[in-house]
């Protein structure tokens, strides 16, 4: 089997805040992938991509970058890497022509001729100020500038969010198109699963600064199903197969973590495929301590 | 780090565009006023103050040279104005994309004090043309003690925009009109420190010539000591920049 090197590789990253601490998260996204982290809002997301850009000091653990150090040339490896935010980071009074002269003087392979297709391709104007772009005008320059100086690792924080579904489906594309070549990687950033589900290859869920679920995006869908019971049929499901559950008047809805070996158990029981927001609401839940929680409303 | 430069130059090319105007009016207006005190009114009015014995010929001298060092002044006090820069950057959050630029942290904090100097330069640059054409129609201050004054200005904007760099990697974002006021704070007090004997002398009424004295002393240290206050300029702006380096590299996340 060939060996897949690793884009991204952090072991053991810890960041204390006093209020939110990031623990020991490790994990690694392979050359040629897409990355989906997911999590809630506050769960770590942007503290965890701020440490791999070298932004923010890490209190503990390592990060690899292309198989290097940050803490050696992480100035030099951000050559390579293309970074989109969920706000734009561009003065407003700046167009779209001034962050060209800007970026080239900035990048050793900016790719001027790219960046202007770009701007055709996103139908941006390039002498109106980007402060009077909607947001997703701001995004799409985002991507522009992120794409255009030959980055092989993409990451984005949270690209999609507020994005109406044209815009959204018309970036996912984008993305769809970038990992056409085989060493281009992108993590993205979401607490839209929708979108991740239609794009990523490997999935991180990360909450509470901790990683929770980590692995192949099909393989944890696969893993994963909702088995639908009556109340107190929960109390026969197997522990180590519930990940948590929610009540309602007319019955529980479990997310187990081995949908097959909850068919063989249970054969009685309607055991569904489960959505990445599923695993993800119903991860949270445990993380909160609730392994059993009350819903208002139907089921 | 060219591209930061440039970024920073379209950062206060508004301001620049703003005070190029101020600056024009400085010097069309220092240049009338010397005309006016070589032929026209002013030289009028001052020839009957010292014929009446209202006033002597060094003191209305002092007068106009008062008026010529704030005309000096202007041009460099209006370039060496950083504070819109900071600001702007800190309003688009351009820390988050300085922070994934393949630019290092001292390189970023090289470039915040690159921008303020190369401002003071173009400050120092007009100061020189405007003292060359005052120089020129009027011979109340040479053009060397006019490059002292100039060197004295860029000294002085060259520490308060050390510091104020300082002082925005020390106090964080948000903060910057602070970082605005205590490098003037600082410099009041050197100010008083190095001549409190003086002003405790004038305001006990010891000596009543403290003021002028302490004037003459000030333009005599402008017009021929000025390289001494370049040197401190230098040794303090050098020690702000590695201990803004250390501060950042530290915090990180800045612009």
Not at chain 1, 150 to 158: P, S, V, Y
Not at chain 1, 176 to 184: A, G, N, Q, S
Not at chain 1, 248 to 270: C, F, H, Q, T
Not at chain 2, 198 to 210: G, H, M, Q, Y
């Amino acid at each position: 089997m060939e060996d897949i090197a690793n884009v991204i590789e952090l072991k053991d990253v810890s960041k204390d805040y006093g209020d939110f601490k990031l623990d020991d998260v490790s994990f690694s996204v392979p050359e040629g992938s897409v990355c989906g982290f997911i999590g809630q809002n506050g769960a770590g997301k942007t503290t965890t991509i701020q440490i791999i850009l070298d932004a923010i000091n890490r209190d503990s653990g390592e990060v690899y970058v292309f198989g290097k150090s940050m803490d050696k040339d992480s100035a030099l490896l951000r050559e390579n890497i293309g970074v989109v935010f969920d706000e734009m980071g561009f003065h407003d009074f700046l167009n779209a022509r001034q962050i060209n002269t800007i970026m080239k003087n900035v990048y050793k392979n900016w790719n001027q001729e790219r960046y202007f297709e770009y701007l055709k391709l996103f139908s941006l104007p390039t002498k109106k100020a980007c402060g009077s772009f909607s947001r997703g005008m701001r995004m799409k320059l985002q991507i522009a500038t992120a794409l255009s100086h030959n980055a092989k690792l993409l990451i984005m924080d949270e690209p999609t969010s507020g994005l109406d579904p044209i815009v959204r489906n018309e970036m996912l594309q984008i993305f769809r198109e970038y990992v056409v070549e085989e060493d281009h990687t992108i993590l993205l950033s979401s607490h839209i699963t929708g979108d991740l589900e239609k794009l990523a290859d490997e999935v991180v869920f990360i909450d509470g600064g901790k990683i929770v679920l980590k692995g192949n995006k099909d393989e944890i869908l696969e893993k994963h199903g909702i088995l639908r019971c009556k109340k107190d049929e929960l109390k026969n499901i197997s522990e180590s197969l519930l990940v948590s559950a929610e009540t309602s008047s007319l019955g529980a809805e479990v997310l187990v973590n081995d949908r097959k070996a909850a068919e063989k158990l249970y054969p009685e029981m309607i055991i569904e495929p489960a959505e990445l927001e599923q695993i993800m609401i119903y991860y949270v839940n445990r993380a909160k301590g609730q392994k059993t929680s009350e819903r208002q409303g139907d089921l | 780090m060219k591209g930061l430069l440039i970024k920073d130059f379209f950062c206060l090319k508004k301001q620049l565009i703003n005070y190029g105007f101020i600056i024009a009016g400085v010097i069309v207006i220092s240049v009338m006023f010397v005309l006016s005190y070589n032929f026209g009114n002013i030289h009028a009015g001052f020839t009957e103050m010292v014929d009446s014995g209202q006033n002597t010929g060094e003191s209305i001298t002092i007068i106009a040279s008062n008026a010529m060092l704030l005309f000096m002044l202007i041009p460099i006090a209006c370039t060496g104005d950083i504070t819109n820069l900071v600001i702007e950057d800190e309003k688009a959050s351009f820390y988050k994309v300085a922070s994934a630029l393949p630019v290092s942290v001292g390189r970023r904090v090289v470039c915040r004090f690159m921008a303020g100097y190369l401002f003071i330069v173009l400050g120092a640059a007009v100061d020189l043309i405007l003292s060359v054409i005052l120089s020129s129609l009027t011979d109340v201050i040479s053009l060397e003690k006019y490059c002292g004054v100039i060197i004295t200005f860029a000294s002085v904007m060259m520490v308060y925009i050390s510091l104020f760099i300082l002082f925005t990697y020390i106090l964080g974002k948000g903060k910057t009109t602070y970082a605005n006021i205590l490098p003037l704070l600082i410099g009041l007090l050197v100010c008083i420190c190095v001549s409190f004997n003086k002003i405790k002398a004038f305001l006990t009424d010891t000596d009543d010539n403290a003021l002028m004295d302490l004037y003459n002393r000030t333009t005599d240290f402008m017009f021929h000591r000025s390289y001494l206050l370049l040197t401190a300029a230098i040794i303090i702006s050098g020690g702000a920049y590695f201990t803004a380096v250390c501060i950042a590299k530290r915090k990180r996340g800045v612009a």
